[in-house]
């Protein structure tokens, strides 16, 4: 179960970072001061991202394996 909810995270991850870039890409032209070489937080925001996921995960899961069937 946990494999298959970071497969998911993995994949959203990485079409919203695609999507940021391209969208970044798009306004660079247009307003003054966006950059595509924002990796700090893109990073940032990767780990949070992680990290919620990992933990809304986790919690129901352990909570499952706790109950006697």
Known sequence: M???SLKLTMTGI???LLGAWVVARLLMSNVFGVTTNNLDVYAVS???LGAAVLLATL???RRATR???
Do not use: E, H, I, R
């Open 67 to 69: 109950v006697d069937p």
């Open 59 to 61: 919690v129901p899961l």
């Open 14 to 16: 990485s079409a919203g």
């Open 46 to 48: 990767v780990a949070v």
């Open 2 to 4: 946990l494999t298959g």
